[in-house]
Structures are given as C-alpha cells and as structure tokens.
C-alpha cells in the first residue's frame, strides 16, 4: 500500500510563513497527480493546490500565497505557504492520485494565531 506522511506543521503567528512536505513511500512517477487539501473543524474539506507534469492549479483562497511543488528524486510534495491568515488554520493533507484510486495522508495540523 502507498504511506503518505506529511511533517512541517505546527503553530505560526499571522502574516508568517511554513513549509509543509508530504513524503511518499512509492515513486511521484507512479501517480497522476499531488494534491494539498485542508479541513477546518467544522468545515467541508478543501482542495487547495495540484501539481501534475503539466503545472499547477490553486484554489482562489490560496492563490498568491502558497505555492506547491515535488522533488521527484526525493519523493516528496511540498507547500510553501506564505502570508498565514487565521483562517489558514486547518489540518493539512497530502494527496496522491493514482489511475484508480487517491491515496491521504494522515495530515498535520497548522494553526494560525494573532
């Protein structure tokens, strides 16, 4: 089975900024897509970032803020996020998609105080 382990949350003051990085135990080459989701207690989840071979797409809540990229070599899929507002705070979660199936993390939490 595919493991997925995200790391580099954890508490920042608003206007800062932190980097997330999801590990993969199987080659990014393997997977159509890398995705950064959110959830906020009470909340839907929220898609916010995507990185295939050709680009990448964000969400309009993110777009200029956080930026979403992979190190194939290392297998990892990184979100820089910057400009952290409160409504940022939400557990994190790397997603991979394969040809029939998406693979989660456990995700890690980041929260956003003033």
């Known amino acids: 089975q595919v493991q997925l382990a995200e790391s580099g949350g954890g508490l920042v003051q608003v206007g800062g900024s932190l980097r997330l990085s999801c590990v993969a135990s199987e080659s990014l080459s393997s997977f159509i897509a890398s995705d950064w989701y959110r959830q906020a207690p009470g909340k839907q989840r929220e898609w916010l970032a995507v990185i295939t071979d050709d680009g990448t797409m964000y969400a309009d809540s993110v777009k200029g803020r956080f930026t979403i990229s992979r190190d194939i070599a290392k297998n990892t899929v990184d979100l820089q996020m910057n400009s952290l507002k409160l409504e940022d705070t939400a557990v994190y979660y790397c997603?991979?998609?394969?040809?029939?199936?998406?693979?989660w993390g456990r995700g890690t939490q980041v929260t956003v105080s003033s």
């Open positions: 997603s991979l998609q394969g040809s029939g199936v998406r693979h």
